[in-house]
């Protein structure tokens, strides 16, 4: 069985551009989560689907948003980049949204701005 | 308020010595706990969780993890440390005031000595 799958691996990109960042779950998994991981703050959450319904969102400005699609495959994207977007962007998925369900992750996409 | 502690940044030992590293949560309810490995530029392992029964959980790669509800902490276990094991630990607990995702400790880094 396939794992999660994050494209790009690596992204680098210019102050006040915008990006977008792919996550394909792993198949038969319905929710996924989205996290930034900077050595400064740690891992963070930063958004959540399921059924491509967003459940809940983290403390970040609204440059940043995401979907999900009918396959479960989501997007994130990022808009007016800033430096301190510069992070590792980590896809999760679960079969289900239980307290109980691990997650599985993403090896991330590595976004640095310039 | 759910959260984790982790109070050790990094932690070393020695091959082929017992491996703990340190957890404490704070939750409201009943706790579910994770443990997650991280290798260098990769993205989050699933190692093991604790949800309800046995204190002593057992999970991949020989690690295993107390539960203990008097001094709520769930401190991460292997009876003999290997160099490959090196890495950088992360504790969780489910959120329930975001939806039930993954609320993140800081992290620590083991480091095993040949």
């Known amino acids: 069985k396939a794992g999660v ?12 551009q915008q990006v977008t960042l792919s996550c394909s779950p792993i198949s038969g998994h319905r ?12 891992l963070q959450f930063l958004f959540e ?21 009918s396959n479960s495959r989501s997007e994130m ?3 007016t980049l800033e430096l301190g977007d510069s ?5 999760a998925s679960s079969q289900k949204t239980d307290m109980n369900t691990e997650a599985f ?6 976004l640095t701005v310039v | 308020a759910q959260s984790v502690a982790q109070p050790e940044d990094q932690v070393n030992v020695a091959e082929g010595n017992p491996l703990t590293v340190k957890c404490t949560y704070s939750v409201s309810g009943n706790p579910y706990l994770f443990w997650y490995v991280q290798y260098p530029n990769r993205g989050l392992q699933f190692l093991l969780k604790y949800i309800t029964g046995d204190n002593l959980v057992k999970g991949s790669y020989g690690f295993e993890a107390e539960f203990n509800k008097s001094q709520t902490s769930f401190h991460l276990k ?5 160099v490959s094991d090196s890495a950088l630990y992360f504790c ?7 939806a039930n995702n993954l609320f993140f400790g800081t992290g620590t880094r083991l480091t095993v000595i040949p």
């Open chain 1, 87 to 91: 992070a590792l962007y980590l896809c």
């Open chain 1, 31 to 42: 929710s996924v989560s989205w996290y930034q991981q900077t050595p400064g703050q740690g």
């Open chain 2, 78 to 82: 292997k009876p003999s440390a290997l």
């Open chain 1, 105 to 110: 992750f993403g090896q991330g996409t590595r």
């Open chain 1, 49 to 69: 689907y399921f059924s491509e319904t967003q459940r809940n969102k983290g403390n970040f400005p609204g440059r940043f948003s995401g979907r999900q699609f």
């Open chain 1, 77 to 79: 994207n990022v808009s």
């Open chain 1, 5 to 16: 799958t994050q494209t790009p691996r690596y992204l680098i990109k210019t102050r006040g």
């Open chain 2, 92 to 98: 969780a607990v489910r959120d329930m005031r975001k």
